[in-house]
């Protein structure tokens, strides 16, 4: 893996600018794509991704092998549904044919091939970890969720809390009758006499 990743570098500084930057765009992509994400999902994603970008290095004039049908079930379930994956096939060089295809437009074999590289090298290093590591990365991510959730609801509850608050009656001072100073002069009227 080491010696591959020496490769990959020295070859990289080979190719040209527009590649490289292309590349780069790949990788962040392809790093977006597998966060937040369980391991075997990225595996069965990537598994796909690498058939279909060897079938576009070797076949680079049969459109069959060129085109991505976004619709098909194993695609649309396994790839189209990570988070960044249409962002890596415009990378890549893949334009909008309709709504439900995209087609490679041949101008980004060196990226094609060095995302390859990468997406082949980043599936041996879990391929290679024992199934209980892998789990445990699982659960890692699991808890992590499930203390992100909770921070969110808290988050949440806690702007509900200052909005309520906000409507609340705040009691303002209390207010008396006004006082009138001097004397007020009051006019005795004897009470009406009984009548009998």
Known sequence: WYQRR?????????ISSADKKGIEDCQRCLIKSR???PIPKVLQCYEILI?????????????AKLTLKKTNKIIAERVMAMPSIEDLFISLGYKHVDA?????????????????SDIKAYKEKYEQLPEEAIKRMQE????????????????KQAALDKK????????????????????NEVIFKPPAPARK
């Open 6 to 14: 020496v490769h990959g570098i020295i070859r990289f500084n080979m």
């Open 35 to 37: 966060q937040k994400v």
């Open 51 to 63: 058939k279909l970008f060897e079938n576009v290095i070797n076949f680079p004039k049969e459109e």
């Open 100 to 116: 439900d295809r995209m087609m490679f437009s041949g101008t980004g074999m060196v990226v094609i091939s060095a995302i390859l």
């Open 140 to 155: 890692v991510d699991e808890e992590e969720k499930v203390r992100k959730g909770t921070i969110d609801k808290l988050a």
């Open 164 to 183: 309520d608050k906000s409507k609340e009656f705040i009691p303002c001072d209390s207010v008396a009758k006004e006082i009138k100073f001097g004397a």
